[in-house]
């Protein structure tokens, strides 16, 4: 699969499209900043480009990666959803990063339904999160989604935690994806104000 062959998700606030090189600049402002510091950061500039290189080359040669999320009103970024499975991680991840400006808005929540939902109707049967612990906000989004710590999974480090994410049929009609659809619609909703800590 070409890069250029890379599928376009559109949900009701966002278009998911794959990344491209005039992406980069706020890739890697967020991943240079304290917010990647659950995700082996900050990098250093190079290592930030060497970053986006992979993961622009992981849709040559896995067949699934990482979109850009985009506003569908300015097209702005917003962050990255989707796909990951680089040497050595045991599983299909479903991963996402938010940029710091725009967290707490639901649009992770929003892309990565959008991409779970893709990769399951295209053929997985399952993925994982891998988390830090003490990543707060990524550990409420992935319960959220349905996840469940998974403690006999294997790992991508010792300090890692591995977020099982619900199987298809968990996801067909359920009240697991109604919830998920009513959450979606409440942060769509420019006069929502969530109670307690906001989901990225």
């Not at 639901?106 to 988390?131: I, Q």
Request: aromatic fraction near 12%; charged fraction near 25%; glycine fraction near 10%.
């Amino acid at each position: 699969m070409g890069h250029r062959d890379i599928p376009v998700l559109e949900t009701d606030r966002l278009v998911l499209r794959g990344p491209q090189p005039e992406d980069y600049p706020d890739f890697k402002a967020t991943f240079t900043s304290f917010r990647a510091r659950y995700m082996g950061g900050p990098l250093n500039p190079y290592e930030a480009w060497m970053l986006y290189a992979a993961e622009i080359g992981h849709w040559e040669i896995r067949g699934f990666g990482m979109w850009m999320i985009h506003d569908k009103a300015t097209d702005a970024t917003l962050g990255m959803a989707g796909g990951w499975q680089p040497a050595m991680w045991p599983e299909r991840e479903l991963a996402w990063i938010i940029w710091p400006e725009v967290a707490g808005k639901g649009y992770a929540l929003e892309a990565v339904d959008a991409a779970r939902s893709y990769f399951y109707a295209n053929g997985w049967g399952g993925a994982v999160s891998y988390l830090d612990p003490y990543n707060l906000d990524s550990v409420r989004l992935a319960e959220r989604l349905g996840c469940v710590k998974d403690k006999e999974a294997a790992s991508i480090g010792d300090e890692d935690a591995v977020y099982r994410h619900p199987a298809p049929s968990a996801l067909n009609d359920t009240q697991l994806s109604h919830g998920i659809a009513m959450e979606i619609s409440h942060y769509q909703d420019p006069a929502f104000k969530p109670k307690g800590f906001a989901l990225d």
